[in-house]
């Protein structure tokens, strides 16, 4: 089934590019949607929604993960899962590597970034962290993205981008620096670094794989190859780890939630985005993202039990108002 709808999400005209700008650049972000005033379907709304919950259940899911497994254990779970479902996807539609030299070096730098160096970093950072704090850090994201790329492309951003990221990044350095309100659950230094660190990496491979949906390659291939090539990379873990300890032993709850960051988070919510960006337009379904991080929030509150301090709020309010701000940017 994930096989048959990411088959027919490639063949819609929507790459990651056309995201990142549309979601980091702040710059034309109505490519794709023709400026068409329709009614939006349902469908893609509904999906978008639903995506955006997974996404922002990720900090919640670690912590629930972390209870009986060792942060590396969870990473290397996760990304082993999501290469063996991925390379199943890709036998299916048989998506080729990009052609050129260039493209599988962007291809490997998305792939160990987002795959690899990304769950690692973020497990350590979450098990050392509450679930509220690493949501919050997420959401600068765009922010990073949008840096990252304008660097690249030597071009300065726009005044209302700056701002926009001024004030973002004020709110990340309280919600770190000043231990911003833990939400009732313990916080460290370390660990809300260790999380801003995956956020700058992951950053870096949203760009390499944007740079290579320019040059034609689909975006759900990308997706598909760097889980793919995650699992080549971490194998010698994994094989090493299966003959030292077996396979891992925990509760139901901590293996449905590695089993749901694998599947669910890094398989079928892209293939679900990109479905709803395709199907509902770029410009429409893109707004959609500010609701992950507040899913996140809700989600710690209700699983995990954290609270919302006053101090949480207040720099969570000025990440949110930063992101808006670059992101509406012209």
């Known amino acids: 089934m994930v096989a048959t709808a ?5 063949r819609a005209d929507v790459s990651e590019y056309d995201m990142v700008v549309s979601l980091e ?21 509904v999906v978008a929604i639903a995506v955006m919950t997974f996404w922002g259940a990720t ?24 290469g063996l ?22 291809l490997l730098v998305s792939a160990l970034s987002g795959f690899v160096l990304f769950p690692l970093l973020f497990t350590f950072g979450q098990q050392r962290t509450s679930a509220m704090h690493g949501g919050m850090i997420l959401a600068s994201l765009p922010i990073f993205t949008g840096a990252y790329a304008a660097l690249l492309a030597r071009r300065r951003p726009v005044r209302g981008w700056v701002i926009g990221s001024a004030v973002a990044l004020a709110g990340e350095v309280a919600l770190v620096a000043f231990r911003a309100g833990g939400g009732g659950a313990h916080t460290s230094l370390s660990g809300d670094l260790l999380i801003a660190v995956s956020v700058l990496v992951v950053a870096l491979g949203y760009v390499a794989g944007a740079r290579l949906g320019q040059t034609g390659y689909h975006s759900l291939a990308t997706t598909f190859w760097g889980v793919a090539i995650g699992l080549i990379a971490i194998a010698p873990v994994v094989v090493g780890d299966l003959a030292a300890d077996g396979i891992p032993h925990a509760d139901p709850g901590p293996w449905a939630a590695v089993i749901f960051l694998a599947t669910v988070t890094s398989i079928v919510g892209y293939v679900g985005w990109y479905w709803a960006l395709a199907h509902g337009g770029i410009a429409r379904i893109a707004t959609i993202q500010f609701l992950q991080p507040f899913s996140g929030l809700v989600l710690a509150a209700l699983l995990l039990g954290e609270d919302f301090t006053a101090p949480l709020i207040a720099a969570s ?7 808006t701000i670059a992101q509406r940017a012209r």
């Open 6 to 10: 990411a088959a027919c999400a490639m």
């Open 25 to 45: 650049d702040g710059e034309s972000c109505c490519k794709g949607d023709g400026g068409s005033r329709r009614d939006l379907p349902v469908g893609p709304i």
């Open 59 to 82: 900090p919640v899911l670690t912590r629930i993960a972390v209870r009986d497994f060792d942060p590396l254990t969870v990473a290397v779970l996760r990304t082993s899962m999501a």
């Open 85 to 106: 479902l991925g390379g199943a996807v890709l036998a299916a539609t048989r998506q080729a590597l990009p052609a050129s030299p260039g493209g599988r070096k962007l």
């Open 317 to 323: 309010a000025a990440i949110l108002a930063g992101v």
